[in-house]
Every structure is written in C-alpha cells, then in structure tokens.
C-alpha cells in the first residue's frame, strides 16, 4: 500500500504540532499513487504552509482529516467505499484519522495562543504578586520590551511567544553585544528575557525556552573588585574641600558623609527618618529598615543597624537630626518616577557638581563609588569579612556564620567603623 508522508518543520513541532502527516492512497498500483500522491502532496503543503501564529493545533488536525477523507472519496468517480485495483483486488476506504498517527511523544494539546506583549503584562502581574521591588519589575519590563521591540522589527509583524526560536535568541544576543552596553548589562539584558520566557514556559506558552542557553560570552578581563570606582582620597578633597560643595544644601552634605562613613546606599540614605536614629547600648546607629511609607529596601540583608562614625557625631549630625525631629523624613529627598527612585534627585546633584569642578562624565566615580569607597577601605584595614558584610548589608559570604552566626554587637561594629580615616 502506498502513502503519502509530510513532516512538519521543527519550528511547528516545538509548539506541539505531529512530526509528520502520513496518509493511505488505497491502492498498491505505483501508477495510480503516483498520481494521487500529486493532488495529495499539493493539498497538504497547502495546508501546512497556512498555518500561522492563531491555527490551533487541534483545529488543524481537524481539518486535515476532512480534506483528506474529501479527496479518498473523489479517488472513485462513483463515491462508492472500494476502488478498483488492476489487479482486481477491492480494498475498503479506511477513514484514517491524523491523530492516530501521531507520535506517543508528541505534544498533542494545543498551546494557547500569547501575543508577546500580552505575555509580557501578564509576566509583570505575576511578578508584582511575587513581592518583588517596584525597581525590579520595571527594570525587567524595560529589558523584555527591548527584545521585543528588536524580534518585532525584525519580522515586521506581531509575534506569539511561541514563535520565538533559539536562532531568534541567539540573533538578538548577537544584536545586543553590538550596541555598546557594559559586559554586565549585556547579562542583564539576557538574564530578564530568560526570566520572561521561563515564566510563558510555566505557562504552556512555549514548549522550550529558547534563552536557555544563550550567553553573554566571555567576561572582561577585568578583577570584580575594579569593576566600579571607588573615590581616591584626592577625588575625596576635591569634592569635599570645595567651596561649592560646603555651600550645598546641608541635605546634600549629610547623605554625602552617610554613604563615605557608614557605606549606605544612596536611596537607603535619602529615605531616613528621624526615628531611624537610634541609641542603642549607649551608641548612636542608624536603622536601616523599610517599615516608614514608601521606604524600600534592595533586599533582606540590607535591613541593619549601622553605627554612626565619630566624625559624623563630631560635626554636629546627631544636633541636626534633633531639628528635623518633628518631620517626618530626616532629608527632604522625595522618591520620583514610577519606580519611585529615592537617591535621583541626589544623584543629579552630585552629577552637576562634579561638573562644575571639572571632574568629567565618564571619567567620574558616581555616587554609589561613596559605599564603594567605604567597603574597600575596610578591605585595606583587614577587617573581616562577615562583620563588613553585615554594616553594608549584604549576605553573609561564610556559610556556617551566615547559618548558624548572630549579628555582630554593635560595639564590635564601631570598634571597626572608627578605623576610617579619609584625612579630608
């Protein structure tokens, strides 16, 4: 018995279409098949190549068996249910469904249709669900929009997530390396687009995820520890022995010392409270936490108490916390944008100040080079790791103290911040 056998492109059996389409001619003349096989053939990949981002698997099948049970019956001009053979040998018409073809392994039910925006709000919900920061989801809004963007143009049409193939991946990967961006945003660019399709995945919106495997490349030869700037301490007497700076806003000057004497964060330095000024065991600390309106924290190891260096207390600071003791923040730093950016506005004004005193863009340390800063002067004052991690905020690198350790007391703690000296 003679058929006809189609298989379906790979991009099609990723998304759970059959391997292949096999059907019975009914006749065991080579002749007659070869005809049959012509208008059989033609039909098919007529079909096939019809099938676009909204055809349904199971709609497809559907319609392949009523096409082709149309065609067997046209194989006799009398619509009867045997065809003649030359050898004179009846065979009855077998209605042979697709289905019944259909590899065990295949994925036979039909992935709902997901338009990549649509995937990518409904991605978004999850996440905000999952509590994560408002910064982050934007930053992975951002990040996926941008693969979308580039893969949409690309095809000039609207795709599904389904559509997206490995080669897709990797041309995107390809694209993104070209446009000048640092080694690490290049691998948080991927990183968010691997997220967002690992989620459709979950979802049975695509079958693979075609980041999986999908890198960067190799990384820069370049230490992790002179990855960012830190302030040198001539960097530190420019900007801090400037008339410009001392006729700053006293705002402006105290967030600045936070971050060099106690290695805060921009934005956890910018959204203090009075009350977030403690004295505990007899040392004034700061209390880093997110439990005022709109604070926020990157994460629960940046939750600690940070004692105050002497040189912050010797200029008066715990004095200045006593005048703002009846407002509600300590600084008048407001959170902007939708992501509700505590350190911006900061940020900016340190930007315009280093300009004005001829330090250059991109030849500049920024603003979290202060926290940098602080860091690496532990480090050159040998101060144990864990301790340093835990007035920064960060997890502890030691299993067995991370696990099974306390805090650190906090008179330890200002044992270790007042070895810093900037001589500035």
């Known amino acids: 018995m003679y058929f006809t056998r189609i298989c379906l492109a790979k991009s ?16 065991r003349d080579r002749a007659e098949a070869i005809i049959r096989n ?21 709609d497809f099948i559907r319609y392949v068996d009523e096409v082709i049970n149309s065609l067997r019956v046209q194989f006799d001009k009398n619509n009867v249910t045997t065809i003649a053979t030359p050898k004179r040998h009846s065979i009855p018409i077998r209605e042979t469904k697709l289905s019944e073809h259909l590899d065990v392994t295949t994925v036979t039910k039909a992935l709902p249709v997901a338009a990549l925006p649509d995937a990518l709000a409904g991605f978004l919900v999850s ?49 993104l390396l070209g446009q000048g961006r640092s080694y ?26 075609p980041f999986e495997n999908v890198t960067v490349g190799q990384k820069p030869k370049v230490k992790a520890n002179q990855a960012r700037d830190r302030w040198t301490h001539v960097e530190l ?13 006293a705002d402006f000057k105290w967030v600045t010392r936070l971050m060099l004497y106690g290695g805060l964060r921009p934005s956890e330095a910018c959204q203090l409270k009075p009350t977030d000024i403690k004295l505990i065991d007899g040392i004034y600390c700061i209390s880093i936490d997110d439990s005022g309106d709109n604070q ?14 002497p040189i912050l207390l010797a200029q008066g600071f715990i004095e200045f916390v006593a005048q703002r003791s009846k407002q509600s923040q300590l600084f008048k730093y407001k959170p902007i944008g939708t992501i509700e950016d505590w350190s911006r506005t900061y940020c900016r004004q340190l930007a315009r100040l ?23 002067e532990m480090k050159q004052l040998d101060v144990s790791e864990h301790i340093v991690a835990q007035m920064v ?26 070895k810093i000296e900037y001589d500035i």
């Not at 998304?15 to 006749?27: A, H, N, R, W, Y």
């Open 237 to 249: 007497k420019r900007l801090i022995r400037n008339t410009q700076f001392n006729d700053s806003s």
């Open 127 to 175: 996440k905000q669900k999952s509590g994560i920061r408002l910064l982050s989801i934007k930053q992975l809004e951002l990040r996926t929009r941008h693969f979308i963007k580039t893969v949409s143009s690309k095809n000039k049409q609207a795709l599904c997530v389904s559509d997206i193939t490995t080669a897709d991946a990797m041309k995107y990967r390809d694209e």
């Open 296 to 309: 926020r924290l990157k994460n629960l190891n940046a939750k600690r108490i940070a004692p105050l260096h």
């Open 354 to 376: 280093q300009s004005q005193i001829g330090m250059k863009p991109n030849h500049r340390p920024t603003a979290y080079g202060f926290r940098h800063t602080f860091i690496d």
């Open 184 to 209: 690490k945003s290049n691998k948080e660019y991927l990183a968010a687009v691997l997220q967002f399709f690992k989620w459709c995945r979950l979802m049975n919106y695509c079958s693979q995820n």
């Open 12 to 27: 099609l059996r990723d998304k759970g279409f059959p391997f292949d389409i096999k059907v019975s001619l009914l006749t």
């Open 38 to 58: 012509i208008e059989v053939a033609g039909t098919l990949k007529q079909i096939i190549h019809s099938i676009d981002h909204q055809t349904r698997i199971n």
């Open 393 to 418: 905020g960060h997890s502890n690198p030691n299993i067995t103290y991370s696990r099974y350790g306390k805090d650190v007391q906090v008179i330890v703690l200002q044992k270790c911040i007042e």
